[in-house]
């Protein structure tokens, strides 16, 4: 798990993160996989704006959930898995 957790609005773009670091973990390109509701999600970063703000590709579809526990995948380690397959 990366560091912090993770408030998701259902509808927006926008994720805010609370002792997260995402200017160091993530950048533009990147993934975000957390679980909501039992369900998870890869979720595609279109831009960091500081250590705890930043913005998903698109609208997150999920239920609003705050202090989400999250992971950070690297948008070449996730390329790599889909071109194994």
Avoid: C, H
Wanted: charged content about 5%.
């Amino acid at each position: 798990m990366s560091a912090g957790t993770l408030t998701l609005t259902n509808n927006s773009a926008a994720v805010a993160g609370n002792g997260t670091a995402f200017t160091t973990e993530v950048a533009a390109g990147d993934f975000i996989v957390v679980t909501v509701g039992g369900v998870p999600y890869t979720l595609p970063i279109k831009s960091v704006e500081s250590g705890t703000a930043l913005t998903l590709v698109s609208n997150f579809t999920g239920p609003t959930q705050a202090g989400a526990a999250w992971s950070a995948v690297p948008r070449m380690a996730l390329n790599m898995v889909t071109a194994a397959l």
